[in-house]
């Protein structure tokens, strides 16, 4: 770094098109010192000077990353950053000697320059305007560069290395959707060891992100910054470091990773399309990765937003769930179904991959998706019973009518057991839809339980009322009941533990087999939105 002047000439090594490293000359402009002590010492300010300077494949362009710099022979660093709606020919680099830092324990994040790094952040698979593209933009503080349509389903292992000059990708999300961006490699050592971009990705420090080999199908020029168009062709390595200075890694190791699939459905063309994916093994960006693609995906198999009907079904395996664990629910919305749908599996996806008792990876997740432009929802319109006075352990018959939307209403025959020791006194009959007053985790929301592991949690989640159930509840003594709930609100986490009511000793998945056993509680699985609630009385006599 000491021997560079202001005026001497070199080139850069950089992938324009294919996978063939071209030099471009350039020159030095001036080398600007940082304040002393930081691990991104003085930077290199540089100016392409290619006769062809007027074609986008002589200017610098976002993937040109990590280009090695060579002045008089010698690496001096790899390209950094320049900036937009301005002079493309100019830009920074940073020196060889703060890249080789992003290996040492004690590297600190350096000097950042107000500029534009260069690395070309990009998603292939998914069309530009997909709503949720924005969600994953946000969540990961990244701005996409739309790629070339996603190859196949599964990209092949490598152990080729790449050389200093190739075309790099570190990717977040490879198959048939891929998330990742594109620089170029800057160096590398006999060990396997290489350095890359110059600049960080994601400032993620410790990381576990496959890196592979780009193929540049075109340098595009642009007013505000040419880019590269890029897609993967293999994965080489693993990238190990994500610092200030450049992102590092090494060949011939590849990482863990979250496997991923959908299957869509449209109810209302009877076709089916699959996805198959690939996410990094990292706990807290995957969560953000794994549910924004899968609503990426299933916006752009579908073809439309805005109101409808989704049955969603999500399935785990891994070492975590080893016999798998499954969840199916049905959402209607008049206004956003994507909205509705996906919350319930964001909410499980993000607490199992970040849940503190147990490793997860390695883990998988499918998900079925079934949509329907139309309302498929059922409306509690009436219900009938056979008796209105019966004794302990007595069956009571029970005549629901349900109107889907404008059909036809349905009377469906159901029963419901008196438990056997109901005192003598008036009963409260609910029939309601699962999204309608459903059960809660009392125990756990008062503070007399806490979830303890990854079964429990996964056993708690299933136990959830779920929207296409049809829920027959009844409280064996209506006054009494009341008079429980006021008592339970009164002394909130305070009542002696040996007074606590049934509710508050349990947790809800031990309530609702508790009350199914007794009789006082029946749940019906259908394949539609139940929606509503009627109650009755019954009086119980001995």
């Given at each position: 770094m000491s021997e560079l002047k202001a005026g001497?000439?070199?080139?850069?090594?950089?992938?324009?098109?294919?996978?063939?490293?071209?030099?471009?000359?350039?020159?030095?402009?001036?080398?600007?010192?940082?304040?002393?002590?930081?691990?991104?010492?003085?930077?290199?300010?540089?100016?392409?000077?290619?006769?062809?300077?007027?074609q986008a494949r002589h200017k610098l362009s976002q993937g040109m990353s990590g280009s090695p710099l060579y002045v008089m022979g010698k690496l001096a660093g790899g390209v950094r950053s320049g900036w937009e709606l301005s002079d493309h020919m100019l830009g920074f680099a940073t020196p060889i000697e703060s890249m080789c830092a992003v290996f040492s324990n004690d590297y600190q994040p350096g000097f950042l320059t107000n500029t534009v790094n260069l690395a070309n952040?990009?998603?292939?698979?998914?069309?530009?305007?997909?709503?949720?593209?924005?969600?994953?933009e946000r969540s990961l503080g990244l701005s996409f560069v739309q790629g070339v349509p996603a190859g196949a389903n599964h990209l092949t292992l490598s152990r080729e290395r790449l050389r200093p000059g190739d075309a790099v990708s570190a990717l977040l999300v490879w198959g048939d959707v891929e998330v990742g961006a594109v620089g170029t490699v800057t160096a590398t050592a006999k060990d396997g060891r290489f350095l890359a971009f110059a600049h960080a990705f994601n400032k993620a420090g410790n990381t576990a992100y496959p890196a592979g080999r780009a193929y540049i199908h075109e340098t595009v020029n642009s007013l505000a910054f040419p880019f590269k168009l890029a897609s993967s062709e293999s994965i080489n390595g693993t990238f190990t470091q994500d610092r200030e200075a450049g992102i590092a890694g090494r060949f011939g190791v590849y990482p863990l990773s979250i496997s991923a699939k959908l299957v869509f459905r449209d109810l209302d063309t009877q076709t089916e399309d699959e996805f198959i994916f690939r996410v990094i093994a990292d706990e807290f960006m995957s969560r953000k990765l794994l549910v924004n693609v899968f609503k990426a995906?299933?916006?752009?198999?579908?073809?439309?937003?805005?109101?409808?009907?989704?049955?969603?079904?999500?399935?785990?395996?891994?070492?975590?769930?080893?016999?798998?664990?499954a969840r199916r629910d049905v959402f209607f919305s008049d206004d956003n179904i994507f909205a509705e749908a996906f919350k319930q599996t964001e909410a499980i996806i993000d607490a199992f991959l970040t849940q503190p008792f147990t490793e997860t990876m390695?883990?998988?997740?499918?998900?079925?998706?079934?949509?329907?432009?139309?309302?498929?929802?059922?409306?509690?319109?009436?219900?009938?019973?056979s008796i209105d006075h019966a004794k302990p352990g007595e069956k009571v018959g029970v005549t629901v009518t349900?109107?889907?939307?404008?059909?036809?209403?349905?009377?469906?025959?159901?029963?419901?057991k008196i438990p056997d020791d109901a005192s003598e006194g008036v009963c409260e009959l609910i029939v309601r839809g699962g999204n309608t007053e459903p059960m809660s985790q009392i125990a756990v929301d008062e503070g007399w339980k806490s979830i303890n592991s990854l079964e429990r949690m996964l056993t708690e989640f299933k136990a959830v009322d779920a929207n296409n159930e049809l829920i027959l509840e009844l409280n064996a003594d209506r006054l009494d009941n009341a008079l429980k709930k006021a008592l339970r609100k009164s002394t909130r986490n305070t009542k002696p533990e040996s007074d606590l009511l049934p509710e508050q000793e349990e947790y809800l998945s031990e309530t609702k087999a508790r009350r199914i056993k007794e009789g006082s509680l029946k749940i019906f699985q259908s394949d539609y939105f139940i929606d509503g609630m009627m109650k009755r009385i019954i009086h119980v006599e001995k």
């Open positions: 001497m000439t070199g080139y850069i090594l950089t992938v324009i098109k294919g996978t063939q490293p071209e030099r471009i000359p350039v020159k030095i402009v001036s080398v600007i010192p940082q304040k002393p002590g930081r691990e991104l010492s003085d930077e290199i300010l540089f100016r392409i000077t290619s006769r062809h300077s007027q952040v990009y998603i292939s698979g998914i069309r530009p305007g997909n709503s949720a593209l924005l969600g994953l995906l299933v916006e752009e198999a579908w073809g439309r937003k805005g109101y409808g009907s989704m049955s969603v079904n999500l399935r785990i395996d891994g070492k975590a769930a080893p016999e798998g664990w390695p883990a998988g997740f499918t998900l079925t998706v079934e949509a329907t432009q139309k309302p498929k929802v059922l409306l509690i319109e009436d219900v009938k019973l349900l109107r889907g939307w404008r059909t036809e209403p349905t009377e469906h025959s159901l029963s419901i």
